[in-house]
């Protein structure tokens, strides 16, 4: 399958910076579409005009044509017929100034037509363009139209025939037009997320939202859950453009490490401090899975950081309240908790909290440890807390053991 991704605006909006290269959740507008695009695409086919997007078309490491639109006043439905003798049989059209979440485009290409949007969460409707639809085909279309069925999501799965070949000698001519002539099907596909950005307000938006939306879904304990993410998803939105997710993890571990050394000397700051590296721990994934940089070693390395910094803070703790035995035991204990999680990654090639629900809940993950770590040393309760550590620690494995062999039994 081909897709053609329509690039040829003149950045009116963007005071003379294209679009399609600005940068949203880390990764330019243009080349996030190619990434979520490429394992469903053989071939892209760009319309550009200005130059700056033709040289950064160029650089992408996917099978392409360039096609150059002059005469960009002529608007997008001109850049269309412009590729449309590009491609044979079904293909993909999208815009360049869209961004889409990976679920949004894995559900849109099984789809056919124009894919609608009944209950766009995410943009602005009296902005957007809308679709009227009879008989499962377009008939009008519009910003303006005060009857509708759905908001144009930017997104088509298209083939040859479905297009009634417009006159392209006309002044302008819009997308719209295009597809209105054509009665193209529609189909549906409401509330996930997708944008149009058109002003830099919108990219803002934008940004904030697919780092929003890049949170885990599972795995995060009741402190991150509820307090931590809103801090974390904050903080990476205004460092996904600026930073890659290695520079994040190593940030978080210098913050983890300075807290250990603080509370050789002053425990009650250093859980603060603590607490604050547990936060930033989950920016550089926020990071990673917005601007699609995710890797393994990325992950590997992070749960390696995060067992370093464990240890060094509960040495402290152990150190300043010379309660050697408690602190040897809860270091192993906490370390455990981790290592039982690992094991069943390596042993079952799966994660225990997507197959295995109620671990969501149960009490003892890392960032629950933290908190309460923090708590305890802001009251003293320094003998207190290492055993606290032990007790739940070894409760959280125990549980995580019963629970695998339960859902492992036939």
Not at 72 to 79: C, Q, R, T
Not at 178 to 204: A, C, H, N, Q
Request: aromatic share 10%; hydrophobic share 45%; charged share 25%.
């Amino acid at each position: 399958m081909k897709a053609i991704v329509l690039a040829a605006g003149k950045a009116t909006r963007m005071k003379g910076k294209p679009k399609p290269i600005l940068k949203v959740g880390g990764v330019e507008m243009i080349k996030r579409t190619v990434n979520l695009l490429k394992s469903y695409v053989d071939e892209f086919i760009f319309v550009v005009h200005m130059k700056e997007v033709e040289d950064f078309v160029k650089k992408l490491d996917v099978r392409k044509k360039i096609i150059r639109n002059e005469y960009p006043e002529k608007g997008n439905g001109y850049s269309f017929l412009l590729a449309l003798n590009h491609v044979d049989g079904e293909f993909i059209l999208t815009m360049a100034d869209h961004v889409y979440s990976k679920e949004f485009v894995e559900k849109a290409v099984k789809l056919k037509g124009l894919v609608v949007d009944r209950n766009p969460k995410y943009v602005d409707v009296k902005e957007a363009t809308k679709v009227k639809v009879e008989n499962g085909n377009l008939v009008d279309c519009g910003k303006n139209l005060t009857e509708f069925d759905g908001v144009d999501t930017g997104f088509f799965i298209l083939s040859k025939k479905d297009v009634s070949l417009t006159d392209s000698t006309s002044e302008e001519l819009s997308l719209c037009e295009v597809m209105k002539s054509s009665r193209i099907p529609v189909s549906y596909l409401d509330g996930l997320f997708w944008m149009d950005v058109d002003t830099e307000e919108e990219l803002k938006v934008a940004n904030k939202l697919i780092v929003k939306e890049s949170v885990k879904k599972t795995g995060d304990g009741f402190v991150s859950r509820h307090f931590n993410r809103k801090v974390s998803t904050w903080v990476s939105s205004k460092l996904v453009n600026r930073i890659e997710p290695m520079t994040a993890t190593i940030l978080s571990f210098f913050v983890g490490v300075l807290s250990a050394l603080i509370a050789f000397f002053d425990p009650l700051i250093g859980g603060v401090v603590y607490q604050i590296s547990s936060i930033l721990d989950g920016i550089d994934g926020e990071i990673a899975r917005a601007s699609m940089k995710q890797s393994e070693f990325g992950g590997y390395i992070d749960s390696i950081f995060d067992r370093v910094v464990d240890f060094l803070f509960i040495l402290a703790i152990a150190t300043v309240s010379r309660e050697f035995f408690w602190g040897m035991l809860a270091a192993f204990t906490t370390t455990m908790v981790s290592y039982s999680t690992e094991k069943y990654k390596a042993e079952f090639k799966r994660s225990p909290f997507e197959e295995i629900k109620i671990l969501n809940k149960i009490p003892g993950k890392r960032d629950e440890r933290i908190f309460a770590t923090m708590i305890f040393c802001l009251f003293g309760f320094l003998k207190e807390l290492l055993i606290f550590l032990t007790l739940l620690s070894i409760f959280r494995v125990a549980a995580t053991i019963y629970l695998v062999k339960r859902s492992e039994s036939p």
